[in-house]
């Protein structure tokens, strides 16, 4: 955590114990319409949002969440409808007073005390639980997660079906599911602090909170891509996410120019941006008459030119150009489709793509001015996102060839191909960090996606490992999928990538 933001949390929680905050109650903070203490004679706790890193620093007492009645304070807001609950909970302080103080994130019937509630929670030893009261006043029931101290908390209804994920940040969700929990249509979600103790308030710090709408048909690769975008930047050594612009359409695969200034992405019109990284403005930039451009657009690595995929249906699909990066008359390259960008030499002579010939989808080389295209990989099965690494020794690929979808590398001539992950997750589009020795892809939930497809609006993991091989860290839950990191992303330095997330709601 950023010194910055750790002197400010520290000044809010003082506000707080001060009960400078309290005139705040049933007042909106950040995307939540109100704030109060749930149950009778609660000691009074408050809630604050610090804009800037997006975090809720929430201070709550009472006897338990537990039994047949509850009391806590609440930061809350009412939906109809399926969600999608996400934060990165923590105590403020490890040694707090109770051992079952809790965080985490609570849906209600009603704000009443012994009101019917699912909540998925922390508690202060550590213990992660989901824990629901199926009616007005009935006894509080439990289901145990596998693991303990968990940060990452996610909450999903489904109709009368609430799912928890939760995970120690950089692992793996861990799962649990009620059904036939009926708190009705409309309800109340938010997030909470209970201390355990009547007599004393503890306090929690939420941070990369996010409710999701989600996707109400079935997301498949040709699904019209209509929910909003929230434009983010993450710190890979921290995992701190900033959300710098959020739109109510779909944006699509950031690229980051080499001199840090500005990013390009494009829209689901097909239109691409330059988005500038200090006014946070977009610009859109200039392709001439080729407008129906897709996701997968590349940076040369001088960052003086960009290479499109654009799709023109009388030549079979998706066809690669080269442009200047400031805007211009686009060049064609590959003279049939599909054709679909996803690399550009370090020396800048050569494109590499995946591209359906006969029926196969595999990976090919073709020179930077167009010309023959050289077939790099023969396997039977869909090859797919070659990128080169910085000293140009190697592509990495995604390929279905083991049976899902997973990271290989293999010499810029074809030879010498080998897999780097290998687990049960799909992954796909590896994106090599620019000293090198890193890369960023994403992964799909084995049961959530067939291995051939890379849809939105998904349940997904950013992962980070090394180019050799290593054991995957998570950097960022996700709900996203196709668009959200199909191109190359690393700051110039490293420190940061940027990816796209989906969303309903208006991120503040």
Same mark, same amino acid.
């Given at each position: 955590?950023?010194?910055?933001?750790?002197?400010?949390?520290?000044?809010?929680?003082?506000?707080?114990?001060?009960?400078?905050?309290?005139?705040?109650?049933?007042?909106?903070?950040?995307?939540?319409?109100?704030?109060?203490?749930?149950?009778?004679?609660?000691?009074?706790?408050?809630?604050?949002?610090?804009?800037?890193?997006?975090?809720?620093?929430?201070?709550?007492?009472?006897?338990?969440?537990?039994?047949?009645?509850?009391?806590?304070?609440?930061?809350?807001?009412?939906?109809?409808?399926?969600?999608?609950?996400?934060?990165?909970?923590?105590?403020?302080?490890?040694?707090?007073?109770?051992?079952?103080?809790?965080?985490?994130?609570?849906?209600?019937?009603?704000?009443?005390?012994?009101?019917?509630?699912?909540?998925?929670?922390?508690?202060?030893?550590?213990?992660?639980?989901?824990?629901?009261?199926?009616?007005?006043?009935?006894?509080?029931?439990?289901?145990?997660?596998?693991?303990?101290?968990?940060?990452?908390?996610?909450?999903?209804?489904?109709?009368?079906?609430?799912?928890?994920?939760?995970?120690?940040?950089?692992?793996?969700?861990?799962?649990?599911?009620?059904?036939?929990?009926?708190?009705?249509?409309?309800?109340?979600?938010?997030?909470?602090?209970?201390?355990?103790?009547?007599?004393?308030?503890?306090?929690?710090?939420?941070?990369?909170?996010?409710?999701?709408?989600?996707?109400?048909?079935?997301?498949?690769?040709?699904?019209?891509?209509?929910?909003?975008?929230?434009?983010?930047?993450?710190?890979?050594?921290?995992?701190?996410?900033?959300?710098?612009?959020?739109?109510?359409?779909?944006?699509?695969?950031?690229?980051?120019?080499?001199?840090?200034?500005?990013?390009?992405?494009?829209?689901?019109?097909?239109?691409?941006?330059?988005?500038?990284?200090?006014?946070?403005?977009?610009?859109?930039?200039?392709?001439?008459?080729?407008?129906?451009?897709?996701?997968?657009?590349?940076?040369?690595?001088?960052?003086?030119?960009?290479?499109?995929?654009?799709?023109?249906?009388?030549?079979?699909?998706?066809?690669?150009?080269?442009?200047?990066?400031?805007?211009?008359?686009?060049?064609?390259?590959?003279?049939?489709?599909?054709?679909?960008?996803?690399?550009? =030499? /370090? #020396? %800048? $002579?050569?494109? @590499? &793509?995946?591209?359906?010939?006969?029926? +196969?989808?595999?990976?090919?080389?073709? !020179?930077?001015?167009?010309?023959?295209?050289?077939?790099?990989?023969?396997?039977?099965?869909?090859?797919?996102?070659?990128?080169?690494?910085?000293?140009?020794?190697?592509?990495?690929?995604?390929?279905?060839?083991?049976?899902?979808?997973?990271?290989?590398?293999?010499?810029?001539?074809?030879?010498?191909?080998?897999?780097?992950?290998?687990?049960?997750?799909?992954?796909?589009?590896?994106?090599? =960090? /620019? #000293? %090198? $020795?890193?890369? @960023? &892809?994403?992964?799909?939930?084995?049961? +959530?996606?067939?291995?051939?497809?890379? !849809?939105?609006?998904?349940?997904?993991?950013?992962?980070?490992?090394?180019?050799?091989?290593?054991?995957?860290?998570?950097?960022?839950?996700?709900?996203?999928?196709?668009?959200?990191?199909?191109?190359?992303?690393?700051?110039?330095?490293?420190?940061?990538?940027?990816?796209?997330?989906?969303?309903?709601?208006?991120?503040?």
């Amino acid at each position: 955590m950023r010194k910055t933001n750790l002197r400010k949390i520290i000044i809010t929680i003082f506000l707080l114990s001060a009960g400078l905050f309290a005139m705040a109650q049933q007042q909106s903070i950040g995307i939540f319409d109100g704030q109060l203490d749930v149950g009778a004679n609660t000691k009074p706790g408050s809630g604050a949002y610090l804009s800037q890193s997006r975090q809720y620093i929430i201070s709550g007492a009472g006897y338990n969440i537990w039994f047949d009645h509850d009391e806590f304070h609440y930061v809350y807001k009412k939906i109809k409808g399926d969600f999608i609950l996400y934060t990165r909970a923590e105590f403020v302080g490890w040694n707090g007073v109770e051992d079952h103080r809790k965080v985490g994130w609570m849906v209600r019937k009603s704000l009443d005390g012994n009101s019917a509630q699912v909540n998925a929670v922390e508690h202060g030893d550590g213990l992660t639980s989901l824990q629901f009261r199926r009616t007005t006043g009935a006894t509080t029931e439990e289901i145990r997660s596998k693991i303990t101290h968990a940060n990452i908390i996610q909450l999903e209804r489904k109709g009368n079906t609430y799912t928890m994920r939760v995970a120690k940040y950089g692992e793996p969700f861990v799962t649990e599911q009620v059904t036939n929990l009926d708190l009705g249509d409309e309800v109340y979600v938010g997030l909470f602090v209970g201390s355990h103790n009547p007599d004393v308030a503890e306090t929690g710090v939420f941070r990369d909170v996010n409710i999701t709408v989600p996707f109400a048909g079935i997301a498949d690769q040709r699904t019209q891509m209509t929910l909003g975008s929230n434009l983010e930047l993450m710190e890979v050594a921290t995992g701190n996410r900033e959300v710098i612009y959020s739109v109510p359409y779909s944006i699509q695969a950031p690229n980051w120019l080499p001199d840090n200034k500005s990013l390009i992405f494009n829209d689901s019109k097909g239109l691409l941006y330059n988005f500038d990284l200090a006014s946070r403005t977009p610009v859109l930039l200039n392709t001439g008459n080729i407008k129906n451009n897709n996701n997968d657009h590349v940076l040369s690595f001088d960052g003086k030119m960009i290479g499109l995929s654009s799709n023109v249906k009388e030549l079979g699909g998706s066809i690669v150009y080269t442009v200047p990066v400031t805007g211009g008359t686009p060049k064609q390259i590959t003279p049939k489709g599909p054709s679909y960008l996803h690399g550009w =030499s /370090p #020396d %800048g $002579k050569s494109l @590499v &793509f995946c591209g359906e010939r006969d029926g +196969e989808f595999d990976v090919y080389k073709v !020179p930077v001015n167009g010309g023959k295209e050289i077939r790099l990989t023969t396997t039977k099965g869909l090859d797919d996102g070659p990128e080169y690494t910085p000293d140009g020794k190697y592509i990495y690929f995604n390929s279905v060839r083991s049976g899902l979808m997973q990271i290989w590398r293999m010499k810029p001539d074809g030879s010498g191909q080998e897999q780097v992950t290998t687990d049960d997750f799909n992954n796909w589009f590896a994106h090599i =960090s /620019p #000293d %090198g $020795k890193w890369m @960023v &892809f994403i992964s799909f939930l084995k049961d +959530e996606v067939e291995p051939g497809i890379h !849809p939105p609006y998904k349940h997904i993991y950013i992962r980070l490992m090394p180019v050799a091989g290593g054991k995957p860290k998570v950097l960022a839950y996700v709900y996203g999928g196709q668009g959200s990191i199909n191109t190359p992303s690393w700051s110039p330095d490293g420190k940061h990538i940027a990816f796209i997330s989906n969303t309903n709601e208006t991120v503040k």
